[in-house]
């Protein structure tokens, strides 16, 4: 019933950008926080932006300045507006949600997280 569902990742070249988008539904309750997450071929996967339940976000030092996240008023659509990219960007995104109230997006557990897509591709290249 409820669904996570990114789109917008591609192949980029170093310096481009690329907009994520990930649309839930089938939500019975609403969405409190929202997180963009990635992880690259042998690595372990690591929060990159997050949205709390008061709206403030999150960054990773790595992308701070770089990237964007926002969402919808009804918080049904998480956004992650990527610029300047990097090959070391190259991975994959997840997006998650939580109905969890005045939850704080950065601090929250994987199961807290209790909403995830199945992720979209993004490469840098050189």
């Known amino acids: 019933q409820v669904q996570l569902v990114e789109s917008g990742g591609g192949s980029v070249q170093a310096g481009g950008s690329l907009t994520l988008s990930c649309v839930a539904s089938?939500?019975?309750?609403?969405?409190?926080?929202m997180g963009w997450f990635r992880q690259a071929p042998g690595k372990e996967r690591e929060t990159v932006a997050a949205?709390?339940?008061?709206?403030?976000?999150t960054y990773a030092d790595s992308v701070k300045g770089r990237f964007s996240v926002s969402q919808d008023n009804n918080k049904n659509t998480l956004y992650l507006q990527m610029n300047s990219l990097k090959p070391e960007d190259t991975a994959l995104y997840y997006c998650?949600?939580?109905?969890?109230?005045?939850?704080?997006?950065?601090?929250?557990?994987?199961?807290?997280?209790?909403?995830w897509g199945q992720g979209t591709q993004v490469t840098v290249s050189s």
């Open positions: 998650a949600a939580s109905s969890l109230p005045r939850c704080r997006g950065w601090s929250l557990t994987s199961d807290e997280y209790n909403y």
């Open positions: 089938g939500f019975t309750y609403r969405v409190y926080c």
């Open positions: 949205i709390d339940s008061d709206g403030s976000t």
